[in-house]
DNA sequence: CCGTATTTGTTCGTATGTATT
DNA sequence: CAATACATACGAACAAATACG
């Protein structure tokens, strides 16, 4: 017996689910027939689920049971734009109604700051030069998907572009209103992934489990001017569950758009036979 | 008391974590010292130091002690390619080397398998068609970094392509060799990123706690040729707590490469006042 | 190398609270 | 209201890993 017991039964359980057994939705044996079942106590029986939980395999309902997670059917962003049209042409709510969803976005938020670390830098503005910040909530669905938040330096709002700090949407996009209303064109954008753990906002707005399990992923995206010049950085975060990312490179067929279902590991493990 | 005892106990190590009172790499209290401090027992200060480690923000040292977690500075992987050079022109090694790390490759392994479900699929395949396989292991400074799985069609090895079934690097890299190969030219790709738990095989090769709280990300990438046809489709997965991606669209700066360190979300969280 | 103290890991038992049916 | 099922909390004992003399 090499491993402790608790391991023991998670990994019983889990092949059971893995293999179909237990089925999506459906209900796991309760904690007190687990217990007969392995002849264990119950808090045994409770740290065996628990990494189940941790795993993201199964979740638990107070009064009802505990229950194999159903799998959302991921939604997909695109964060490169097509080769046709100009650059960042497609907006949120184009993505998404293209994929048969109803998007919502709240008014964003407007706030004076002043830049801090990772905002002033991509910015290239000194530690507490000020900012505008635009903060929107996305839903698809009534589905909260992403929290977005961008920030713009004061000198565009001082040059005219006032309608940066008014709480209303700008219906044709930032980018474009800045070439209308400035003359300054966005030419080209950095986008850096990463991954992290939640934080409180986060976790209320998107519902995630309160013990952290579900990552968020952090989209940081900064534009460019002709001369080189960042002129903002939004700030995307989505839940690390139920979102995909596609960027298209050079020249990609048409059909590469909707969903296409399984997305499961292609074999990326240990070989057929020997290590 | 709105909330039960260990969260309340967590919620106060976490802060004085995030305050940087217990900095990265300090000790915290032993379990005995957390069950004197807050009068709890030392199952419910358990639970508290568990919820800090579902977090990341501690991990446990048994016979040692209970510890800050220490930062490692995450690898910056680069998924488009730059404007001036041609498709896909960098290579993994010139990527890492650039930033003064050290890589490794293992040498590929190579199988000859049937085509499954989601490789199938983006091939254009049908499931059972033959496919070649080529795994690698890449390493940053002896640090396992990345698992690589590419699949190729088999007609490019009946058409004359043999070394794909070698179990050699293929220095040039693959893209030019199947131009100089067979003509054929791969005019774009397209990437999807996603974010799962760990298998088995990459919790070992990547030494993640065996808790599956971290997560991977993988990359997907699938290859096409002038006629829009997929030639190849690549699984990448790196570990999610050490690593970051980069898509840079139209003209971006030239110094927009190195590690920028702070990557602490840029306020994305509730307002000033209210909500 | 050995033995001891310290610290976390595992397992059991029990009691009580809360949510759902 | 009662029954069921999970959540929290306490106490206890032993095991395993580590550090130190």
């Known amino acids: 017996m090499p491993d402790p017991m608790y391991r023991r039964i998670a990994e019983d359980l889990r092949q059971k689910i893995e293999s179909g057994e237990l089925g999506h939705g459906t209900q796991l044996p309760t904690e007190l027939e687990l217990r007969e079942q392995y002849e264990a106590s119950r808090n045994t029986v409770r740290d065996a689920v628990k990494w189940l939980i941790s795993r993201g395999l199964v979740e638990t309902r107070p009064g009802q049971g505990t229950f194999v997670v159903e799998m959302t059917d991921p939604f997909v962003t695109f964060l490169s734009v097509p080769e046709t049209g100009g650059l960042e042409g497609v907006s949120y709510a184009s993505e998404v109604t293209a994929l048969g969803r109803k998007p919502t976005i709240t008014p964003p938020r407007v706030e004076i700051q002043l830049a801090t670390g990772a905002v002033a830098g991509a910015l290239r503005l000194s530690e507490g030069a000020t900012v505008v910040s635009r903060h929107q909530q996305r839903f698809i669905d009534d589905t909260p998907w992403s929290l977005q938040t961008t920030f713009y330096p004061m000198r565009f709002v001082e040059a005219g572009a006032v309608r940066l700090i008014q709480a209303a949407d ?15 064109k966005q030419i080209g954008y950095s986008d850096k992934i990463l991954v992290r753990s939640p934080d409180p906002n986060e976790t209320v707005f998107f519902k995630l489990p309160d013990d952290g399990r579900v990552a968020v992923v952090e989209v940081l995206r900064t534009g460019y001017d002709e001369n080189g010049d960042p002129i903002r950085v939004t700030a995307t975060a989505y839940p690390a569950d139920r979102n995909q990312f596609v960027f298209n490179v050079g020249h990609v067929p048409e059909e590469i758009a ?16 020997g290590g």
């Open 170 to 184: 700008i219906g044709e996009g930032v980018v474009k209103y800045f070439t209308t209303a400035l003359g300054i």
């Open 258 to 273: 909707g969903p296409t279902g399984g997305q499961a590991t292609p074999a990326n493990g240990a070989p057929s036979k």
